[in-house]
């Protein structure tokens, strides 16, 4: 018997370092990691230990023969894998830190951010002697996209937390919440008071689409929706119009996917996850019907996971829709699939695609439209959103051999009077920090800031995540890409590269003037308890407060 990894995974990797017999792939180390879907389990090398079940901070991982009938498919899934990358005795050796010198003292290191790669950073930094970690946000709430963007009928996924609240809540480390780095404390305060700054405050910006009628109103950006929908305060007083049938979703990532999601399900399945409150209310009242979702490129170049499309597949009382022309791939994309560079997430997705094409379609029924080879030319309307005029694309070959998308003469309009634009997070410059415009990025060696003009790193400064190399990858991505970080920070302390901070009272007393609002480890957990409790009550996980001053009160609610 073998243990299977199912669509919870979010390649945190901790169940890689406890496999006796290294049948978890890919590690941290190896290439594929960056762009494997999830991680997987060698049916073949698995000794039934169940020693990974336990390490799993998203409860991902089922012995095979107590797999749920729904995720059967993924005992195949894991088993392709190896099908392409067998098992072998090269595997890359895992990451190795410097020892810190007792003689050097204690090693004071300030994060800003507090989402996956922030606590990632926090858990390498505590995990070593003497460091203590002051850890900042500008919200009186932890975790990032952990709250604020993982889907609300992801809660398994959202378990991750219980993995990051061990980390904000050790004793080497202070919370400082509702503190915003630039506003109420600079970066050079912070540098001034840390041996180092290790900066992760992700994406939190959108890319746009660049064509006309994209300010209408009815015209937003996906990353605010799903902010929306979660709670976020800076969005909880946004309205979306949801009085049409139709909406229209340009792009086809896995949050693209997820915003299509919570348009179509059942309000009353919502009902017993976290999402906010008047995000509900406002589902309940929707007329929308239909989500079309245009894709750039064809089945064989589509953004979304595998995983993501099979529970897109599993909405009950929604058909996934795809036209069968649509679904039959160009010659070049079935010889990529086809052939030996292709990964075998990619060959199962159009699989899906392909399998999905054939059924017949309810019209009884809510749907998703999988629209391909399509992008948006203009966004039509006078003051609102009245529809999206598209043309057809094709494939076509580049320079280096990728496929890519070339428009046709072909267009149609689609009728909708919203339209929500998924083509991905950007990240946003933080002041006193030299800032990539071109990349959205904090320009960066391995997790060393970067000086632009010089090319030589910025002593002190580092970055970890989105912040660090753009919007790619999943939760547990972010656990190698702040390991990396932490073993440069750590090898600059030993290397004697870090200035001498001030004494850290003096921190402390600058902060409790500049912001008196913050809020520490014990008030986020009174937030945690409020929210905890009135969940309960109605049967759901949480319910979320979405106003700041409503988490002030809680946080000092008994205090």
């Known amino acids: 018997m073998t243990y299977v990894i199912t669509q919870p995974c979010c390649s945190d990797a901790s169940c890689v370092d406890v496999c006796p017999v290294n049948c978890i792939h890919p590690t941290p180390e190896e290439e594929t990691f960056a762009t494997a879907e999830m991680l997987y389990i060698d049916p073949d090398t698995c000794i039934d230990c169940g020693a990974c079940v336990d390490e799993c901070p998203v409860d991902a991982i089922y012995a095979e023969n107590e797999l749920p009938d729904i995720d059967e498919p993924y005992l195949d899934i894991n088993a392709q894998y190896y099908s392409k990358y067998p098992i072998g005795p090269d595997w890359p050796e895992p990451l190795k830190f410097p020892v810190i010198d007792e003689a050097l003292g204690t090693l004071r290191v300030a994060v800003v951010g507090s989402g996956p790669a922030a606590c990632y950073a926090a858990m390498e930094l505590t995990a070593k002697p003497r460091v203590e970690v002051d850890i900042f946000d500008r919200l009186p709430t932890p975790y990032g996209l952990v709250r604020a963007g993982v889907a609300p009928d992801h809660q398994s996924t959202k378990g991750v937390t219980g993995l990051f609240r061990s980390a904000i809540g050790k004793r080497t480390v202070h919370c400082h919440f509702n503190v915003d780095v630039g506003r109420d404390i600079s970066h050079q305060e912070l540098l001034q008071h840390h041996h180092a700054v290790i900066y992760a405050v992700g994406a939190s910006g959108d ?5 006309p009628g994209e300010d209408l109103t009815g015209s937003h950006a996906a990353t605010e929706f799903v902010a ?3 709670g976020h305060p800076d969005y909880a007083d946004h309205t979306f119009d949801l009085s049409g049938e139709r909406v229209v979703v340009v792009g086809n990532g896995n949050v693209a996917l997820d915003v299509a999601r ?9 009902a017993k996850t976290d999402i906010a409150d008047y995000a509900l209310e406002a589902l309940r009242a929707s007329n929308v019907r239909e989500v079309v979702i245009l894709g750039r490129r064809g089945p064989a170049q589509a953004a979304y996971t595998h995983p993501e499309l099979l529970g897109l597949d599993r909405i009950p009382n929604v058909d996934i829709v795809v036209d069968p022309d649509e679904a039959a791939l160009d010659p070049a994309s079935r010889a990529f699939i086809d052939g030996d560079e292709s990964e075998p997430w990619q060959r199962s997705k159009v699989t899906l695609i392909e399998e999905i094409a054939k059924r017949p379609v309810d019209p009884s029924k809510k749907r998703i439209v999988l629209q391909f080879l399509t992008s948006p030319v203009e966004i039509l309307g006078t003051d609102s959103v009245e529809g999206v005029r598209i043309v057809e694309n094709e494939i076509v070959e580049g320079p280096n051999g990728t496929l890519g998308a070339a428009p046709t003469e072909t267009t149609s309009t689609l009728t909708t009077n919203l339209v929500l634009r998924s083509i991905g997070y950007r990240g946003q410059p933080v002041p006193g920090i030299p800032f990539d415009d071109r990349r959205g990025v904090i320009p960066n060696e391995n ?3 970067i000086d632009p003009d010089t090319g030589a790193p910025l002593p002190g400064v580092y970055v970890a995540g989105w912040i660090k190399r753009g919007p790619t990858g999943v939760i547990g991505t972010n656990k190698y890409c702040s390991a990396e970080t932490v073993r440069m920070l750590i090898d600059d302390f030993s290397a004697g590269r870090l200035g001498e901070p001030a004494d850290h009272d003096s921190f402390d007393r600058l902060l409790a003037d500049r912001a008196p609002a913050a ?18 009550s109605a049967g759901r996980p949480r319910t979320k407060l979405t106003d700041v001053e409503s988490m002030l009160a809680a946080a000092r609610a008994d205090s």
């Open 519 to 536: 809020i520490d480890y014990q008030g986020w957990q009174r937030i945690d308890k409020a929210e905890g409790a009135a969940g309960r």
């Open 228 to 230: 929306w929908y979660n």
């Open 207 to 211: 890319r746009r689409l660049g064509v």
């Open 447 to 449: 997790g060393r800031v």
């Open 262 to 270: 919570i348009l179509v399900t059942d309000p009353e399945d919502l």
